[in-house]
T-cell receptor
Framework: DAKTTQPPSMDCAEGRAANLPCNHS???????VYWYRQIHSQGPQYIIH???NNETNEMASLIITEDRKSSTLILPHATLRDTAVYYC???????????FGTGTRLQVFP | DTGVSQDPRHKITKRGQNVTFRCDPI?????LYWYRQTLGQGPEFLTY????????KSRLLSDRFSAERPKGSFSTLEIQRTEQGDSAMYLC????????????FGPGTRLTVL
């Protein structure tokens, strides 16, 4: 079973920041938080991952709470091409199998 | 394009027929994964290889399913005696030593069993 909880859907206006929450209250000390997204009819795409510090790359920022029980993925300036299903996954470092939940369907509108 | 290719992209078959899918991972990626995705659900893990060794199989992988990676490069997934419940998107992903935190997914093979 997936160890994360995400809202099923969210909307965001183009150009605004999209903040996607994830709850992972049973995360263990050596488990990472990974985010992937899946654009319609494509395979999932890695976005970012983190352990306990906030992380940023060219795609997004990941904010992990101090108790590590939740996190937020931030797309700073959402575009229409960011419309996708976003999956939050917890896994040990160098994960083998990924356990996907049902994710959050983000709809970016003009 | 992630560099992972899958063939065919679409397959329509009749119940009871055998089908085989192929996945070509990114060159020199030592790990290769197979997932299955049904409509409205996230991908579900089926099996994975490290080089040519199959290290784990999900209980979803019934006896009708078999996967191989004979030379540690491409992989095949065969489904024998297909059933309508096998209709799904079959995704392949590869993972390398240098990119060990990231799995690179192919575009998938969509199987429809009539």
């Amino acid at each position: 079973d997936a160890k994360t909880t995400q809202p099923p859907s969210m909307d965001c206006a183009e150009g605004r920041a999209a903040n996607l929450p994830c709850n992972h209250s049973t995360i263990s000390g050596n488990e990472y938080v990974y985010w992937y997204r899946q654009i319609h009819s494509q395979g999932p795409q890695y976005i970012i991952h983190g352990l306990k510090n906030n992380e940023t790359n060219e795609m997004a920022s990941l904010i992990i709470t101090e108790d590590r029980k939740s996190s937020t993925l931030i797309l700073p300036h959402a575009t229409l091409r960011d419309t996708a299903v976003y999956y939050c996954i917890v896994s040990y470092g160098r994960p083998d199998k990924l356990i996907f939940g049902t994710g959050t369907r983000l709809q970016v509108f003009p | 394009d992630t560099g992972v290719s899958q063939d065919p992209r679409h397959k329509i078959t009749k119940r009871g027929q055998n089908v085989t899918f192929r996945c070509d991972p990114i060159s020199e990626h030592n790990r290769l994964y197979w997932y299955r995705q049904t409509l409205g659900q996230g991908p579900e893990f089926l099996t994975y290889f490290q080089n040519e060794a199959q290290l784990e199989k999900s209980r979803l992988l019934s006896d009708r399913f078999s996967a191989e990676r004979p030379k540690g490069s491409f992989s095949t997934l065969e489904i024998q005696r297909t059933e309508q419940g096998d209709s799904a998107m079959y995704l392949c992903a590869s993972q390398g030593v240098l990119s060990y935190n990231e799995q690179f997914f192919g575009p998938g093979t969509r199987l429809t069993v009539l």
